[in-house]
C-alpha cells in the first residue's frame, strides 16, 4: 500500500560525507513523522534522526553536529545528509515513516534498509 524506497548508501572514508534519501509512495494522504534508524551487526536496531511533518528535529547523541534531516513534504522524501562520518556509523540504515492512509489509518512503514559503510 505504501513503499519507502531508500538510496544514497555506499562506502565512505572517516571524515567523509554521504547522502541517504527514501521516498515514500502509495496511497497516501498525509506523512506524518519520517526519520531514519539503523542496525549495526549485533546491535539493535537505534533512532538515528526523526523529524516531523511540522516541529523540531530530533537526533541521537552519537550524531548530534555531524548528520542533518530534512524533508521536502511536497515529494513526500526525507534526506539524511551524513558528515564527519565515524567507523561507528557503519550500519544498515532504514527509513521510517508514519504515513496516515485510506480510511484515515495511520500507520508505521520501513524501507528495506541501505549499507553505509566507514572505513577507518
Do not use: H
Amino acid at each position: 500500500q505504501v513503499q519507502l524506497v531508500e538510496s544514497g548508501g555506499g562506502s565512505v572514508q572517516a571524515g567523509g560525507s554521504l547522502r541517504l534519501s527514501c521516498v515514500a509512495s502509495g496511497r497516501i494522504l498525509r506523512v506524518n513523522d519520517m526519520g531514519w534508524y539503523r542496525q549495526a551487526p549485533g546491535k539493535q536496531r537505534e533512532l538515528v534522526a526523526i523529524i516531523p511533518s511540522g516541529g523540531s528535529t530530533n537526533y541521537a547523541d552519537s550524531v548530534k553536529g555531524r548528520f542533518t534531516i530534512s524533508r521536502d513534504n511536497a515529494k513526500n522524501t526525507v534526506y539524511l545528509q551524513m558528515n564527519s562520518s565515524k567507523p561507528e556509523d557503519t550500519a544498515v540504515y532504514y527509513c521510517y515513516a508514519n504515513v496516515l492512509v485510506p480510511p484515515f489509518t495511520p500507520s508505521d512503514y520501513w524501507g528495506q534498509g541501505t549499507q553505509v559503510t566507514v572505513s577507518s
